[in-house]
RNA sequence: GGCGACGUGGCCGAGUGGUGAGGCAAGGGUCUGCAAAACCCUGUACCCGGGUUCGAUUCCCGGCGUCGCCUCCA
């Protein structure tokens, strides 16, 4: 597989550290208020990256962090009066719910990163022994010009800079460049004991020490948004490299921002879309289509049109698959996987991916028209969809329990539930329409459109699914 | 000011030195009681100006435009 990788920006083929095994880390969220649609963007890509390479049969480690002890943390919660704990809890739960909805696999660590303050304080002390950092009123620093590689990997050179021209009052820095890995505890903030005194971990020491921990030395990719670049991901690699762990990672990859009105999503500035109300919204598949659908290093564009689109896209996809019921065992079409496969593996060429799915699907129905099974093209549609973590779920009824079964008992059929109630009375438009009653088979049909329960006639029977 | 990305048909979005991926939308058709779904047909696009070339949307140079990073940010 080739990746671009950020570290030196070419195309590189992937090289395990070790065999059949890939360790990746990417940079999650940090639990300061709820996600915005630009937050689901890193997970479904890396989840994709993830699902690709367990695909091929690598055994892979994920490892995504949570940052749970942060400024933004302790600012949003004296905003809103309510505790930390509180605000942390809040967005926590609706990040999970929104990843979970997205259909991204749970990562297999999931460090906190108040739970790895011991790991980050022993990291902070490697760097001062050995010269890379200093000690100030309880502030511990990184003396950036101690790292000679700082600014490969965003292509910068430390003096051109303008970051840390000004000093925030009450640090204490020696070179206005060096950033905090440890901050002295202000009154009423969490803190925890250290050589420097109380105090609290810097954002960027977090996760060079908690990826190090689970990953070792040298392991193969971090991953992140392109805001990620500079100076954070610079920053884990000076820190990383500069306690001895060198080389941090061999592979970094950043997925592209989303816009809004042409300008960047951002917590900061208030200038966002909410993850959860867009899910809600447009539905949890084509949120996540909508993701896939560009390329992931291109930025995008949000828009209501382009959801809507992502939306009946899906449907096609979703439409493919309802025409084969029941699980397919055979082998997948194969020039559709050389093909899919080829995107993918041209630095996860995901809108390419998507037009092999396609084509599948279009090659397939046409199978289909004509009578035959199609059982390659499912089957390359299965293997196809699992990567890119598209598979409609099962449909569920509870949410429309009670109109399915008020609509049933209108129509005079006994009160069953869920799915036979459908089925009884998808049986009894057949009879209707038997008798050419089209009256009595257009109302059970409007009727269960009307909460959301789609029926299509087929010449082999009568299919149904949620709108 | 420094560093970087991008500019493709109504919209979105891949890709390539040589008669046009894919999706959505639109029009026509087939099927169908109607609808839905599906299939078939219909689109000659690549910011502008130079240059290289037999030939450039694709390479080079110069513009213009949009965006990102340089401060917390996926």
């Known amino acids: 597989m080739r990746i671009f990788n950020t570290l030196g920006r070419t195309l590189q083929t992937f090289e395990p550290r070790e065999a059949g095994k890939v360790a990746m880390y990417v940079c999650g969220a940090t639990v300061q208020s709820r996600p915005h649609v630009g937050h689901g963007r890193y997970a479904v890509v890396f989840d994709v990256v993830r699902r690709y390479f367990e695909w091929l049969g690598y055994d892979v480690t994920y490892v995504r962090n949570i940052t749970d002890v942060d400024d933004k943390i302790i600012d949003a919660a004296g905003e809103m ?17 929104a990843y979970d909805q997205l259909n991204v696999l749970p990562p297999d660590i999931e460090p906190r990163a108040t739970e790895h303050v011991a790991e980050m304080i022993e990291m902070i002390e490697r760097l001062i022994d050995r010269g890379h950092a200093y000690e100030a009123n309880g502030d511990v620093y990184f003396i950036v010009r101690s790292f000679p590689d700082y600014g490969s990997l965003s292509g910068r050179n430390i003096d051109d800079l303008r970051s840390g021209e000004r000093i925030e009052p009450g640090e204490h820095k020696r070179d206005p460049l060096d950033f905090a890995v440890w901050k002295a505890a202000k009154p009423g903030e969490p803190s925890w004991e250290s050589p420097w005194g109380p105090g609290r971990p810097g954002w960027h020491i977090e996760c060079s020490a908690m990826a190090h921990k689970y990953l070792g030395v040298g392991f193969d990719i971090h991953g992140g948004g392109h805001d990620l670049v500079f100076p954070h991901h610079e920053n ?17 990859m ?15 500035t208030g200038h966002v879309i909410d993850l959860v109300e867009g899910i809600e919204k447009y539905t949890p598949g084509a949120v996540r289509l909508f993701y896939l659908r560009t390329h992931y290093r291109k930025p995008v564009e949000f828009s209501e049109e382009a959801l809507i689109d992502a939306r009946a896209s899906l449907d096609r996809i979703w439409a493919f698959r309802r025409r084969v019921p029941g699980p397919v065992e055979d082998i997948p079409l194969a020039a559709a996987m050389d093909s899919f496969r080829e995107a993918m593996e041209d630095d996860l060429d995901n809108a390419g991916a998507l037009a092999v799915l396609f084509d599948v699907i279009r090659e397939g129905n046409r199978r289909l028209d004509a009578g035959e099974q199609a059982v390659p093209w499912v089957a390359a549609y299965e293997e196809i969809i699992t990567v890119l973590g598209l598979a409609e779920p099962a449909a569920a009824l509870d949410d429309v329990a009670d109109q399915v079964a008020s609509l049933a008992t209108d129509l005079g059929l006994k009160p069953v539930g869920g799915e036979s109630a459908i089925a009884a009375m998808i049986d009894l438009r057949a009879e209707a329409r038997g008798k050419k009653d089209w009256a009595t088979a257009d109302r059970i049909r409007d009727g269960l459109a009307a909460v959301g329960i789609v029926l299509e006639d087929t010449p082999d029977g009568v299919r149904w699914h949620r709108g």
Not at 81 to 97: K, N, P, R, Y
Not at 236 to 252: D, K, L, R, S, T
Request: hydrophobic share 45%; net charge negative.
């Open 81 to 97: 009066g309510v505790s930390i704990q509180e605000v942390v809890d809040m967005a926590d739960t609706a990040f999970h719910w």
């Open 236 to 252: 884990e690699i000076a820190q990383a490299e500069a306690a001895g762990h060198v080389p941090f990672v061999n592979y970094w």
């Open 254 to 268: 950043h997925n592209g921002l989303l816009n809004l009105s042409g300008e960047k999503m951002s917590k900061s």
